[in-house]
C-alpha cells in the first residue's frame, strides 16, 4: 500500500469515526434477561439493561384478572405451547407498563427474555426478530406507550411481523405492546362516513377496517379502566405499608389519600404509588425535624 492510498484510508476513517456508537458490551441471554434495541446512525444494536427494580406481581392490585391472563398466555409461551401477542390499553397510570416490568421479574427466572423497541424504532423489527429467530430463547419484543399518529407508516412494520409475512414471527417470539388507544391509530368522526347498512348488517369503511386491523393482529386485548375508589384506597395502604412502616397508614393518610386524588383529578396505580412516595417522604422529614429538635 503506497502512502497515498493510506493516508486516504486514514482520512476516510477520520471522516466516519464519530457516526460509529461507542463500542457496547455484548448481550449474554444466559445471563442478561433484557435488552434495548439502540438505533444509530448505521443501523441498531442490542444493549443489555438490568431489570429497572424489583417490583413483583402482587405489588400490582386491582388487575388482577390482567395479571391472570398475561401471566398464563406468557408461561403457555415458555412452555412452548400457543400463546398469543398481547395489546395492553386503557386509562393512563393503570398499571399496564408495570405489569410488564413485574412479569420480567416474576417470569425471568423460568427463562422469559425481553426486549424492548422504541416506537420510533419499528422499522427495524423485521431485522431485530430475524436476529432473534434461531437463538435457543424465548423472547417478548415489548413496545411501550404505542400510538401512531395520522399518516405515519411506522405501524406497517408492526402489522408485517405480527402476521402479514409469508413466515410469520418465529416461534420464540411474542410482542407485547402497552397504550392508551384502544386500536392504536387516532380515530375520527370522519372514518365512520363511508360506514353503511347492508341489510341488518353495518359495514365499516375502509378507514376504519385498515385501523382495526393493527389491533386485530394482537390475539390478546388487556382492558385497563380507572380505578374505583376502593382499590385506590387499597393500592394507597399497600405502597404506604411497603415504603413505611405498617402503622404509617392511619385515618389520616386514609383523608389525605382521597384528597390527593381529588387534587390530580384521577385514582390510578400510579397515582396511588405518587401518594405513598409523598406521604412516607413528609413523615419521615417531620420526624427527622422532631428528632432533631430534640
Not at 164 to 182: D, K
Not at 227 to 243: I, K, V
Request: charged share 25%; glycine share 8%; proline share 4%.
Amino acid at each position: 500500500m503506497d502512502d497515498e492510498l493510506s493516508q486516504r484510508l486514514l482520512s476516510l476513517l477520520a471522516r466516519v469515526e464519530p457516526w460509529l456508537p461507542p463500542a457496547a458490551e455484548a448481550v449474554d441471554w444466559t445471563r442478561d434477561v433484557a435488552a434495548l434495541w439502540e438505533r444509530h446512525a448505521l443501523g441498531g444494536r442490542l444493549v443489555p439493561v438490568p431489570p429497572r427494580d424489583a417490583l413483583a406481581l402482587d405489588d400490582l392490585l386491582g388487575i388482577e384478572r390482567q395479571k391472570r391472563q398475561l401471566v398464563d398466555n406468557t408461561r403457555a409461551f415458555l412452555r412452548g405451547h400457543p400463546a398469543n401477542h398481547a395489546l395492553l390499553w386503557g386509562a393512563r397510570g393503570s398499571g399496564k407498563s408495570s405489569l410488564v416490568r413485574a412479569l420480567l421479574n416474576g417470569l425471568g427466572g423460568e427463562g422469559l427474555r425481553l426486549v424492548q423497541v422504541d416506537r420510533h424504532d419499528l422499522g427495524a423489527l423485521p431485522s431485530l426478530v430475524a436476529q432473534l429467530r434461531h437463538l435457543p430463547h424465548r423472547f417478548v419484543v415489548y413496545c411501550d406507550d404505542l400510538s401512531f399518529e395520522q399518516n405515519d407508516d411506522a405501524y406497517k412494520a408492526l402489522k408485517s411481523v405480527l402476521d402479514g409475512t409469508l413466515t410469520g414471527p418465529p416461534e420464540n417470539v411474542l410482542l407485547y405492546a402497552t397504550s392508551n388507544r384502544r386500536h392504536l391509530l387516532p380515530e375520527s368522526m370522519a372514518d365512520n362516513d363511508a360506514t353503511r347498512l347492508v341489510g341488518e348488517e353495518l359495514h365499516h369503511g375502509d378507514a376504519v377496517e385498515e385501523k382495526i386491523s393493527l389491533s386485530d393482529r394482537f390475539g390478546l386485548w388487556l382492558a385497563f379502566h380507572p380505578f374505583s375508589q376502593d382499590a385506590y384506597l387499597e393500592a394507597c395502604e399497600h405502597w404506604t405499608r411497603r415504603l413505611g412502616e405498617a402503622d404509617d397508614w392511619s385515618d389520616e393518610a386514609r383523608a389525605e389519600a382521597v384528597r390527593y386524588a381529588t387534587l390530580r383529578g384521577g385514582r390510578s396505580g400510579r397515582v396511588a404509588w405518587q401518594f405513598a412516595c409523598q406521604w412516607i417522604g413528609r413523615q419521615r422529614l417531620y420526624d427527622q425535624g422532631s428528632d432533631n429538635q430534640s
